[in-house]
């Protein structure tokens, strides 16, 4: 059974969420790019009540996917809060409704704490948002590729 807790609540899961994030952003997390994967996870895992803040999904006990809910995440659309980021599922588990799951969890989460939509924006998930029911908003072009911008239901 899936279920998912904040961040804050599990930070003895940090080194697994790091790995994740590395593996998943190698270019954005390597030693000379421009993420910084330490500080990002130690923001994820700071406050339940403040921005940002991570998510990891369980099956039974098992870790299986992370996602944040972000203030931030496209330098040119700061207009619109939060954001949906950095979701990732394991591999083998991909496809069997974990980052589904993940959105809702982030969503519900977001309105406790009083935002009534949640943004994201991607071009890997496209198919995910779709099914999940999020609407697209825009087309851009982030960081030289093109990206779909989506809202969450109301």
Known sequence: MLS?????RVPRLK??????????WPSW?????????LGDVNAFATSELELPVGFVVFDDDE????????QVSISTHTHLAPWAAA????PARRGQGVGAFLLQA??????AIGYGRVYCGTSTAVTLMNRAGWQPI????????PLIIFR???
């Open 4 to 8: 998912a807790q904040p961040l804050p």
């Open 63 to 70: 870790p299986v996917g992370f996602g944040a809910l972000k």
């Open 152 to 154: 969450s239901g109301a």
């Open 138 to 145: 825009e087309h851009i072009t982030h960081a030289g590729k």
């Open 29 to 37: 997390y390597a030693e000379d790019g421009a993420g910084d994967l």
């Open 15 to 24: 080194p697994v969420v790091s790995a994740w994030l590395l593996s998943e």
């Open 106 to 111: 982030i969503v519900a989460h977001a309105k």
């Open 87 to 90: 979701g990732y599922v394991v």
